[in-house]
Structures are given as structure tokens and as C-alpha cells.
């Protein structure tokens, strides 16, 4: 007699992310952003609701944006607290992350 095997039926892969562009607006200078933030980054995320930055201004500031698993965002604030370590690696890895970015896009 032979036993049946049971073949465990995997679940229907995800939905894949969709790549994020909203609008949110700065509450210390009043810009508005399309806030643009990838699959990859939105699959990659650790936990959810992430924090989104985007630096801006002078004198700098950052607009907050938290995302969801969903892409939605979840809400932002604005923050005029920012520290950047004034390291080599730290700049070399701005001045690179920013060559690779067009002004449209970053």
C-alpha cells in the first residue's frame, strides 16, 4: 500500500509594488514635492510605516514623508533638525548619489 504525499500548494505571488510619485508639501517653507520613491525601496523596507526624506532649502531643511507597505503615505512632517556626519564617506556617497540623479529627479 502506498501513502499518499501531501504537496504543499504555494500562495499566489504578491502584487508587485508600484513605484510611489505624490504630492506633499513642506510645513517650514510651503514647497510642494512629488515624493518619489521606488519598488525596489518600498520592497526592501524593513518595517512599515518607513521614513522618506527629502532635503531641501536654504538654509536646509527636510520634508518627512512615511510610507506604508501599500505605497500610500501615512502622513509627514518637516524638521529643521538635520545632522550630516562630516565624514570622506559621507561625502563622496552624496556627491555619487547625486551624480546619479538628474534635478528632475532627486
Known amino acids: 500500500m502506498t501513502e499518499a504525499t501531501r504537496i504543499p500548494i504555494p500562495a499566489p505571488p504578491a502584487a508587485p509594488v508600484k513605484a510611489l510619485r505624490l504630492q506633499s508639501k513642506c510645513d517650514i517653507c510651503g514647497q510642494a514635492f512629488t515624493v518619489k520613491v521606488s519598488s525596489d525601496e518600498l520592497a526592501a523596507a524593513k518595517r512599515y510605516p518607513f521614513a522618506h526624506l527629502i532635503l531641501h532649502g536654504n538654509p536646509i531643511h527636510c520634508l518627512v514623508v ?40 532627486a
Open 66 to 105: 512615511y510610507v506604508d507597505k501599500n505605497g500610500a503615505v501615512r502622513g509627514s512632517e518637516s524638521s529643521k533638525s538635520i545632522q550630516i556626519d562630516r565624514t570622506s564617506a559621507t561625502f563622496q556617497e552624496l556627491v555619487r548619489w547625486w551624480s546619479m540623479t538628474t534635478e528632475g529627479d
